[in-house]
């Protein structure tokens, strides 16, 4: 049996950034045939499933827009780069799974660890390709840092702005979706690449019809990567007005995840390592968010699109939490509409590609029913219902 009929679920409005009850949508091979009033369904035709979706609020398949598909998250998620081949696949496959249950239909991956020459992530993705209940996936080969930054195994280390640009082009040789630049450190205050440098690697990956994408942590890396014009700041936990004027002014994207710090809150007191539960660390991870939750709200303010991950396993998360970065951008100020079009549409766009984190008939039945208004109760997108796919 091909088609289902779910019936008498509540659809967002996105004219009116409110709840329509009373609607029924039309399944058929995968694809939505239609959406109609429930008191105005058309006769599906043949058999079919019905499901009573009473009570429940349709959503768009959600876009993760900042993961790293082989790894598990936790408080030791650091160690877990170093961890094997086979396990990291293994991983891989169980994130699948929370993927899906969580509702998560797409995820793009910024980074995973090399094995035999190349990002495991890339042929992850490739085995993945149309396999039914799999998320689709965008990878980024793996971290572009400079050298030393980071420790050995964990990224390619490049000495100057040439070898950066050979070493995107050859995470797009191996076939990278997007490059993934690491722009902290060598310390708080200092990039550890020019505007000149990253201006001329945007340029270089654009002609190869790929985007660059940066990590930044920190103010000044931000401030390099706004000016140089790259596709996004995944993180963006120190912007201020200037950076987020660039940014309007480069058509840069923020992708954020403030659900990270909610977790590192929560190892104060489920860990005994010193980063978070020490006096120091709270402070510090205290002020971090503080500075986070206003990076995304100038930014919003000022019209900058802002797209959501949770940055599982390549931070603490885990791959079934992007509910949780929808309440971080409420408690952060946006409309709770505007959070959870982070973590569909706007998503979507981030990765270039029409029907994600759309709903929309004739599109792909990719939704996901949760029990609740998530417009007055964001808590309700943890509440997964059901997923169409
Ligand atoms: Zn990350």
Not at 114 to 134: C, F, K, M, N, T
Not at 245 to 267: C, H, P
Not at 269 to 277: E, G, K, L, P, V
Not at 355 to 381: C, K, Q
Request: aromatic share 6%; glycine share 12%; charged share 20%.
């Amino acid at each position: 049996m091909q088609k289902t009929l779910y019936r008498d679920l509540a659809l967002v409005d996105a004219a009116r950034r409110a709840l329509s009850p009373g609607h029924s949508i039309l399944v058929d091979d995968g694809r939505i045939s239609w959406v109609r009033p429930r008191d105005s369904e058309e006769e599906p035709g043949g058999e079919f499933e019905l499901v009573d979706a009473g009570g429940t609020t349709a959503i768009a398949g959600m876009v993760d827009a900042h993961s790293h598909l082989t790894l598990p998250g936790g408080s030791h998620w650091l160690d877990r780069v170093l961890d094997d081949t086979e396990s990291l696949w293994r991983v891989a496959e169980h994130n699948a799974t929370l993927l899906r249950q969580a509702g998560v239909r797409w995820a793009r991956d910024v980074g995973a660890p090399v094995r035999e020459g190349r990002a495991v992530s890339l042929a992850i993705r490739d085995s993945w390709q149309g396999r039914p209940g799999y998320p689709h996936i965008r990878a980024a080969g793996t971290w572009l840092t400079s050298k030393g930054t980071m420790p050995d195994g964990y990224a390619v280390g490049v000495a100057d702005g040439d070898e950066l640009v050979r070493a995107a082009e050859g995470q797009l040789d191996q076939g990278a979706d997007l490059i993934k630049l690491y722009m902290d450190g060598p310390d708080r205050e200092t990039a550890p690449f020019n505007t000149s440098e990253v201006t001329k690697l945007v340029a270089a990956v654009a002609a190869r019809g790929a985007k660059v994408t940066a990590h930044s942590g920190n103010l000044a890396g931000a401030k390099v990567a706004a000016t140089a014009g790259v596709a996004a700041i995944e993180h963006g936990f120190q912007l201020d007005a200037e950076v987020v004027g660039l940014m309007v002014a480069n058509g840069v994207r923020l992708v954020s995840t403030l659900a990270v710090l909610e977790s590192w809150r929560g190892f104060a007191t489920t860990t005994d390592q010193s980063r978070f539960s020490a006096p120091e660390g709270r402070g510090a991870v205290a002020s971090r968010r503080e500075w986070a939750h206003y990076s995304v709200r100038i930014a919003h303010q000022a019209g900058v699109p802002i797209a959501a991950g949770t940055d599982f396993g390549g931070g603490s998360l885990r791959a079934n939490q992007l509910a949780w970065e929808v309440e971080c951008l409420v408690a952060a100020g946006l409309d709770p509409f505007d959070a959870i079009r982070a973590v569909t549409a706007n998503g979507g766009d981030l990765l270039g590609e029409p029907d994600a984190g759309h709903l929309r008939e004739g599109g792909p039945a990719d939704f996901l029913l949760v029990h609740g208004d998530p417009l007055t109760d964001p808590a309700a997108m943890w509440r997964v219902w059901r997923v169409s796919w």
